[in-house]
């Protein structure tokens, strides 16, 4: 492997991949963030409206506002993770208070007598998503370590193309293995390996030499202690993702509601991922390891909406939404060390492998996949309301683009494999005490997406308004658990940590009509 000069220009040619079945949830699925009305009755707006998330979830919704308005709507909120991974359980928690929505409707009165009464356009910007959160566990894996990652990357390939080689140094090796077309991000997880120890490799048949560049297999330099590897892992996400919603919607004879969103979405997501192991045998020639792995993630998305809302009388109101695919385009980077301690007859040795710089992949297209949304409500006179809404998207349906890329026509078959249609059910109902303060709750209920993973999710919320006349001032407490599974590593070692994750959420709106 000759040595190569590390510029800014080989950098952005680097050919690797490390997209995976973790992103197609990162950016299909959504918090049900919005207004404090809206999370207080579980988003159970579709055939509502007359609410700025609700026109968000059915365009139809802005034309049945009564009044041209302003909002702004601040959330507070507090993560818990309780982690489970093998013996170990850990608690971890964090909140944050932040600007959640913005948004202003106005409304264009129609006079023609053609039946059309109505004319109104909307801008939101909405918090759809929002990444923070963090867990460490720590547990002892009877069967399991991390060779069993290295080992995957690293069997059939070359110990050339995986190894330093002459005078390189360990940035060299790992830069022109990433640029090498059929090597790149994987048999840079190789290169980890062995140079950190962690693999030994086989000598060609019949013969002795251990630094055959031509051997292909290898084993493992660990051995588990009499409790199994000794498996800390902590996980810390950031960032969020912003929604910008242009709506346009009109009513005919105040009977039939019809609206059309274009969405355009703001991605930042950071992640820390850090691996230790532990635990060894006194014979294993591998004693300790930490491998440190980090993901930044921008880019931008698309997205269309075309929704219509019937009354069928005063009482009762249906509503329908079709959802397009979310199209993003997307840039990564990813940023690895690896430090190890192995023993020798000589004594214990110390590797610490850090390219020193981040690894650009280039940019890549993800369709999220589109939905359809049904919506009901009973309007009990000036009393109040009750109203529900279900939805179904099929993740399975997510694609990686561009589809004739030999990496992401692999990663589609798997997520046609190992994703599932899921279902939202949403429930909510506000009862007036008088006619300036409400009541309102919400229920909410989603099937999980993934096939044998448990990340269903379930919600509790309740809030109040008040009515000042020219303004409103809402209040909501939403308490949501989700149920989910994350893999160590997407490959070799892929055992589990459980989490179950409950999240509070305290949002406070001000609407003020203009």
């Known amino acids: 492997m000759k040595k190569i000069l590390l510029s800014l220009a080989l950098l952005l040619c680097i050919q690797v991949n490390a997209q995976s079945l973790s992103d197609v949830l990162r950016h299909s699925q959504t918090s049900l963030n919005g207004s404090a009305r809206f999370s207080a009755m579980g988003g159970a707006f579709g055939a509502v409206g007359g609410d700025f998330s609700a026109f968000e979830i059915n365009p139809a919704g802005s034309s049945i506002f009564a009044f041209s308005e302003a909002v702004l709507t601040l959330n507070s909120y507090q993560l818990s993770n309780n982690s489970t991974y093998f013996n170990g359980n850990a608690q971890d928690k964090n ?4 600007i959640d929505q913005l948004g202003i409707v106005l409304l264009l009165n129609e006079t023609t007598g053609n039946g059309w009464s109505k004319v109104a356009l909307g801008f939101t910007y909405n918090k759809t998503n929002d990444f923070d959160s963090a867990f ?9 370590g991390i060779d069993q990652y290295f080992l995957f990357h690293a069997q059939n390939r070359f110990l050339g193309d995986i190894s330093i080689l002459g005078d ?18 994987p048999a840079q997880q190789a290169l980890f390996g062995y140079e950190g120890y962690v693999l030994n490799p086989i000598p060609l048949e019949g013969s002795d030499e251990f630094d055959d560049s031509n051997i292909n297999t290898y084993s493992s330099n660990a051995q588990a202690g009499i409790n199994g590897y000794t498996h800390r892992y902590s996980y810390l996400t950031s960032g969020q993702t912003r929604k910008y919603t242009l709506n346009f919607s009109s009513s005919y004879q105040d009977r039939f509601f019809i609206g059309f969103n274009i969405n355009s979405y703001a991605v930042e997501y950071n992640e820390v991922a850090d691996f230790q192991e532990s635990g060894y045998s006194g014979s294993s020639g591998l004693q300790s390891l930490r491998f440190n792995n980090e993901l930044n993630t921008i880019g931008s998305g698309a997205s269309f909406q075309l929704g219509m809302i019937y009354k069928v009388n005063p009482k009762i109101r249906l509503g329908l939404t079709l959802d397009s695919p979310t199209y993003f385009r997307l840039i990564e980077s990813v940023y690895q060390y690896l430090e190890s301690e192995a023993a020798t007859q000589e004594g214990n040795i110390f590797a610490r492998l850090d390219p020193g710089i981040s ?14 949304r049904g919506s009901f409500s009973y309007i009990i006179g000036d009393k109040g309301l009750i109203s ?3 939805s179904q998207k099929n993740l399975s349906n997510a ?12 990663l589609n078959k798997q997520i046609e494999n190992a994703f599932v249609s899921n279902q939202l059910l949403q429930i909510g109902g506000e009862y007036r005490l008088t006619p300036f303060l409400s009541l309102r709750a919400g229920y909410v209920s989603e099937t999980a ?5 448990d990340n269903s999710r379930t919600q509790l919320s309740a809030g109040l308004g008040y009515t ?7 209040f909501s407490l939403q308490m949501q658990n989700f149920a989910n599974e994350r893999p160590l590593f997407n490959q070799g070692l892929t055992d589990t940590v459980l989490l179950d994750r409950e999240r509070r959420n305290l949002r406070i709106t001000y609407r003020v009509k203009l």
């Open 388 to 390: 529900f809404d279900y």
């Open 449 to 453: 997406s993934q096939a044998g993973f």
């Open 359 to 372: 690894t650009e992949f280039p940019e890549y297209r993800f369709n999220s996949p589109g939905g359809i």
């Open 136 to 144: 460490a566990v720590q547990g002892n894996n009877p069967q399991n």
């Open 468 to 474: 000042f006349g020219a303004s409103t001032l809402d």
């Open 95 to 98: 909140g944050s208070l932040n």
């Open 168 to 185: 390189e140094s360990f940035t060299d090796a790992y830069l022109e293995i990433g640029e090498t077309v059929d090597l790149g991000y």
């Open 399 to 410: 694609v990686f683009r561009p589809e004739d890329d030999d990496f992401f026509l692999s």
